[in-house]
């Protein structure tokens, strides 16, 4: 793969997850009852991000979760492959919540579509709206965030990469050729 172009540095993932944090707290007229849920990986560190910002402005302690969309992919054919271990979301409870899922890049809806599944399996939310840092298009689904960091159109030849930090010990999105 070669290095088309960084979209955001540090700076620009802490910009852009300040001003989704903003957009929250003013489309649900508050902080009552909302809980993150972060969709491993890329989501769950920014969904805790989320959490320290708005608690920072709002002087609130959100609570924050995270879904393994594994059992609920729609490109595993038999329960054996999907797993029956465990919960698919672990640490927060999300009955009667305001659930905002998490992820890094929104690509075609399908991963979207597991954790929503997921989450509803889990409890019954008041209600679920997405966040993602980075909507690369293609979507196979009719599924879109509520809260969008970055639109970035891209061929179906490039790749769209997150680092954050506390996976990869730094951050940036970055966008790559393939070849």
Do not use: C, W
């Amino acid at each position: 793969m070669e290095l088309k172009a960084v979209i955001l540095d540090e700076q620009g993932i802490k910009r852009t997850l300040t001003r989704i944090s903003h957009e929250i707290i003013e489309k649900n007229k508050g902080t009552d009852g909302l809980v993150f849920i972060g969709i491993k990986r890329g989501g769950v560190p920014l969904a805790h991000r989320l959490a320290e910002n708005i608690s920072k402005i709002e002087g609130v302690k959100i609570p924050v979760g995270s879904v393994d969309i594994t059992r609920y992919r729609d490109d595993k054919k038999s329960s054996e492959e999907k797993g029956s271990v465990g919960a698919a979301v672990t640490g927060a409870d999300v009955e009667g919540k305001k659930v905002i899922l998490v992820d890094d890049v929104m690509h075609t809806g399908r991963t979207a579509r597991a954790a929503m599944e997921a989450v509803i399996h889990a409890g019954r939310p008041k209600m679920i709206q997405l966040a993602t840092l980075v909507d690369r298009g293609h979507r196979e689904l009719p599924i879109r965030a509520d809260y969008v960091g970055k639109n970035i159109p891209t061929s179906k030849e490039e790749v769209i990469i997150v680092e954050l930090k506390e996976i990869d010990e730094s951050d940036s999105v970055k966008i790559y050729e393939t070849e």
